[in-house]
């Protein structure tokens, strides 16, 4: 995408009423984020499927099983799809690449998505948002670019970085409505007379983030790359991650390794005395969380891992086990978990 692409709109219009996200994009150069609903979500999708139109799928490559969107394809028809797993830096250094990209063209078929290309940035940082615009320049053959995600992936933070990458925006006018809908969608004018698009974000109710309050949702979200937290097991042993998260390791001996947010206590102790533990320090030494009276109560269910496995609570981490080993996991009621080949 050529730096012209993204072009300013000169007239100003005193009297011209504006959402509050175009508000804050043309007065502070700004994309802020709306969530939609499940249902509300699904007609954003049904709209796009009748457009001529390039698909940006955001995925947060630290949640991607909390961020993916499950069978996009069959909603958005035909078009051509490219997937963007934003915030690589949180994944350590040591991460290949490559086979990260090709384990993100292979999941997304998993879940539905005949992905174009694929692409891995950090908007946060900057990282390959250059490269990124070439693929949709690319890929887009002069139609507009629709930009998709759940909450909590960094679109807005993408877009926002894609416009001060690209052009002052501070008069642009960027206001549209999805027909049939009340949701506010922003238009980023391109250079050929088409649009950028950014669309609200869908709320998955089954990540962590939506059962915590600000600030222990700022407590879990990590800002650095994560640092790998290795553990040697014997059997009856219980790692608890805060009060968030439980793992009972079934095996005689083992070693796992977690990968959260550097700030989030990991506590051991035997499992014969995991529920007392429990009960005794939750909101204490166990904590987040903070607000423990509206905390949802947690339930368990067992993995075996054929293979070296990854055991993902969707928003929180995951923690990566040997094949052969038999674990435990509890996760509040209400949040997924889910096992999957190790992606490091």
Known sequence: MQESTLKKYIE??????????????????????????????????????????????VVDIFDYEGSV??????????????VVGNKVDLLPKSVNKNRLLNWLQQKSKENGIKSTDQILVSAVKGI???ELMDMI?????????????TTNTGKSTLINRIISSNSDVKNLITTSRFP?????RIDIPLDDGHNLVDTPGIIH?????????????????PKKPLRPVTFQLRDGQTIFVAGLARFDFLDYKTNVTFYVN????????????????????LGDILAPPTEIESFPKMKQQIFSAHEKSDIVIYGLGWVTIPAG??????????????IRNAII
Request: glycine share 6%; with cysteine.
């Open 12 to 57: 100003d219009d005193s009297k011209e009423l504006l959402c509050k996200r175009c508000f804050r994009l043309r007065n502070y150069n700004e994309i802020t984020d709306v969530d939609v609903s499940d249902d509300d979500f699904l007609k954003l999708l049904d709209s796009i499927s009748e457009k001529d139109a390039l698909v940006v799928n």
């Open 69 to 82: 969107i499950p069978g996009l394809q069959r909603f958005v028809g035909d078009k051509k799809i490219i």
């Open 128 to 130: 390959n948002i250059d």
């Open 137 to 149: 320049e690319k890929y887009r053959d002069g139609k507009d670019v629709y930009v998709v995600g």
């Open 180 to 184: 049939g809908t009340t949701l506010d």
């Open 205 to 221: 109710n089954y990540q962590l983030a939506h059962y915590l309050n600000a600030k222990d949702l700022k407590t879990i979200t």
């Open 262 to 281: 550097q700030g989030l206590p990991l506590h051991r102790t035997k499992t014969i005395n995991a529920d007392e533990f429990y009960q005794k320090h």
């Open 325 to 338: 080993s038999k674990v435990k996991a509890y996760v509040p009621d209400g949040v997924r978990v889910s």
